[in-house]
């Protein structure tokens, strides 16, 4: 017998960590040190959680790169137009 885990992450982050909010639809990203607490979040009723992951990913792509994080939040509402 065999089993397949598929992760719907495909980009984990030293210093940052996604939230899913199944309820909300809504990602957030919190620091893994420091205070960690959540510092940005997006959400989208139409965009499927897989699609969400996705753009999380690349966010959190941005962050580790150096990119601000008003910068990244701006990039990630305009996927989700």
């Known amino acids: 017998m ?3 885990v598929c992760a719907l992450q495909a980009y984990t982050s030293v210093n940052f960590a996604i939230l899913w909010y199944k309820k909300d639809n809504a ?16 959400r989208s009723k139409t965009c499927s959680e897989e699609g969400m992951r996705k753009i999380a990913d690349d966010c959190l792509r941005k ?6 994080v008003d910068v990244v939040k701006e990039w990630a509402g305009r996927q989700l137009e």
Do not use: E, Y
Request: with cysteine.
């Open 27 to 42: 990602i957030g990203l919190r620091r893994k040190t420091g205070d960690k607490k959540q510092f940005m979040s997006f």
């Open 63 to 68: 962050l580790d790169a150096g990119t601000a």
């Open 2 to 4: 065999s089993v397949c």
